[in-house]
Structure formats: C-alpha cells, structure tokens
C-alpha cells in the first residue's frame, strides 16, 4: 500500500469514527419518563411521541395501558413499562382474568411496541386497605404465569412500585429497614423477584423530606448541588445528596430480608415547579436544579456508594403537568412540560420547537452545513496529522 492508499484509508477511518461519534451523540438520554394522563388539556398521543422522538428520550412509564399511547409508539424504539391499577388487582389474581387482559393490552401490540415490564398496583403497601394489599402477591403471580403461558415472561417483567413510606427507618442508610407491618407481605414478594429475576421499584422524593423539614435539611444535599455530605457511621461511606442515600437504605432493607439478589430502581423521583404558601421549596428554580442535575449523574452512569458498579435507573416524574390531579398545588406541578408541549423551565432538553421538532427548511440546512462543515475540519485534520508520515 503507498502512501497515497494509507492515507485515504486513514481519511476512511477517520470518517467512519466522526459518523459513530455523531450516532453515538444522537442516541437517548438514560432516563426514563413517567407520563401521567390525570388531566384534560394534554396533547394526542401522536403528537406527544413527536416530542419525545426530538428529546431522545425512549423509556416510558404508564400508569395503565392506554391503547392511543401504545399505538403512537409501534414501530418506534421506545420501551415501555404499563400498568395495571390498584382498582383491578383482585380481579388478576384470576389466571384467565391476567390472561383475558394481557390478550387485550399486550399481545396486539408485541413485537411492534416493546413492553419490557408490568407494574401491577401502586404504592399499595403504603395504602390501609389490608386486602388489597394480601392481594398483591397473588395477582403479581396470576400476571407472570400469564406470560409463560404465551412465552412473554423473559420479555416482560412483573412488579410492583412503593412508596418510600414502606420504611420504618431511612438514615443512616446502612440501617434502613422495612416497616414491621409489612414483612409479612414484603418478604415473599422479595422471593417472588428473585425468582422472576424483576427489580424492585421505589417512588422517591427527597422534596417531601426537604418540604417537611426545609430548616433541618439541606437544600444543596436534595438537589444535588455542592455540600459538604452525610457519612454513614456505620460504613463510612460518603453521601452528597439525599436521592442516593434513600436508593441504599432500600438495599440495606432488601439485604436485612435476605437479599442481596434484587435490583433496585427508581420508578418515580422529581421535584414540583410550583406550590402552596406551605410547601417550601416548590419553584421553577428548585426543579429546575433537581432534575437538571440529576440527568447529568445519570448521564455519568453513576452507581450509589453502597453499589458503584451499578447504574442508578430513574424514571423522572413527569413528562406533563397535570392539571386535574387532586391533593395540593404541587400534585399539578411536576410536569417538565406544559401540555402545549414547551418546558416549565429549562434543563437542556431542548426541542428546537414546541410541538416537537421543527421542519423548517432552514433547520434543515442548517443541520447538514453543521455536519459537512465538521467533516471537512476532520478531514483537514487528519491530513495535517498524517501527511508527514
């Protein structure tokens, strides 16, 4: 090979390098979304998977299994986690029932949409309804043997979320531990993940302990920002923000059962723009700081300190506000978005349009002048580094 051949073959590499470094860059944020319907001005579901295609955001979270949703989405590579509410959960604990629902809410939409897990109930031990809550179990069990009997089981995973209320002790995280109460419930359902190899999701606020307590906590240690952290005495290992320690009580929980075979993921965290006199710390600012700092620990693929070398999995609360949701000002006000599609406030997911994306032919241009124009500084580039060689 002459020089002439190495260094066209040098420009080749080159170029392929800069086309996987821009694919590489264009590939979804690893965050997921919760997208909450609990209102009556919100955008067709058409139009909400524009949006979400221009953010690069591909992990969804349903409270149901809303069918317009699913639809939006065929064919598209966004994964979703659907769910089935706390108000049928007796009626799945029936095998042909979990089967009747599945035919309807699943099957149409496999291999076209990718369902990767279930949710059945949530936060139910948190609830006091007792029935409900020896219900659970069962009816997660009845959803599972449904999807062996159609070969979906390693597709699709069962599970359930909880409130963070389902500990009786939270700090220092080594000690956290599961309410007394519930052991009886949480020690088989543990059992039950293992065996269906499902994680463990937790709802986790660190703006309701702030809230709560706005004079005794600190604000930098719930929004990720510098502070000078929390040792746990027991490990000493160091905690610079709230989120991360109540990840690691939950584990500390799971191992005082037993367990050290159970991944524990978020399946809702956020922080409300906007609140009553009473809720401190609810501003655009604060949510702002929140979920802006917590998508660049995620984009880091940062572990917590009890367990490093696995990435925090979150799906942030929410994709809207939501405007008929009951309870205080902040239930309304956790929505990145307005339903007119442009951001509550900004944490670089940025659209280039409200509805979505633009498709303005200067958009367009400007688009592949930017990419000739990095390809021509690559190649030039290269041919200084190598022309001597």
């Known amino acids: 090979m002459d020089a002439v051949d190495r260094l066209c073959s040098r420009y080749l590499l080159f170029f392929c390098l800069l086309i996987s470094g821009s694919v590489h860059q264009t590939v979804s944020i690893g965050v997921g979304i919760n997208y909450g319907q609990i209102a009556n001005d919100l955008p067709p579901p058409t139009r909400v998977a524009t949006l979400l295609r221009s953010l690069n955001i591909n992990r969804i979270k349903l409270y149901d299994a809303d069918q317009n949703v699913l639809s939006a989405f065929l064919n598209s590579n966004v994964e979703f986690i659907i769910g089935i509410g706390n108000e049928i959960v007796e009626s799945m604990m029936d095998v042909s029932k979990a089967q009747a629902w599945l035919q309807q809410f699943v099957e149409p939409y496999i291999p076209n949409a990718r369902i990767a897990c279930i949710t059945v109930g949530n936060e139910v031990y948190s609830s006091n309804d007792t ?11 009845s959803v599972y043997q449904a999807l062996i009997s159609i070969g979906l089981d390693k597709q699709i995973k069962v599970t359930t979320a909880h409130s963070l209320n389902i500990l009786s002790n939270s700090f220092p995280p080594s000690s956290g531990s599961f309410r007394g109460d519930l052991a009886q419930y949480i020690q088989p359902l543990l059992n039950f993940h293992v065996m269906a ?15 709560d307590n706005p004079n005794s906590i600190s604000l930098q240690y719930v929004l990720f920002e510098p502070n000078p952290g929390v040792i746990d005495p027991n490990t000493n290992l160091k905690y610079d923000n709230m989120l991360y320690a109540q990840i690691d009580s939950v584990y500390s929980a799971i191992k005082a059962m037993g367990h050290t075979d159970v991944d524990v993921r978020i399946s809702e965290t956020g922080w409300p723009s906007k609140g009553d006199p009473t809720e401190f710390g609810a501003t655009p600012e604060n949510a702002a700081a929140y979920n ?8 880091m693929n940062q572990g917590t300190p009890l367990m490093p070398s696995v990435p925090i999995d979150i799906h942030v609360f929410a994709l809207f506000n939501e405007n008929l949701k009951p309870g205080p000002t902040s239930e309304r006000n956790y929505g990145l978005f307005y339903p007119d599609g442009t951001p509550v406030y900004n944490i670089g997911l940025k659209t280039g349009h409200p509805s979505g994306i633009s498709n303005s032919p200067a958009s367009k241009h400007l688009i592949i002048a930017g990419f000739f124009f990095s390809l021509i500084t690559a190649l030039f580039s290269a041919l200084i580094l190598y022309s001597d060689r």
């Open 131 to 141: 029935t409900l809550m020896a219900n659970l179990l069962p009816a997660m069990q």
């Open 197 to 211: 190899n499902s994680p463990f999701l937790i709802n986790a606020y660190p703006y309701f302990a702030y809230k």
């Open 292 to 299: 802006g700092n917590l998508l660049q620990r995620i984009s």
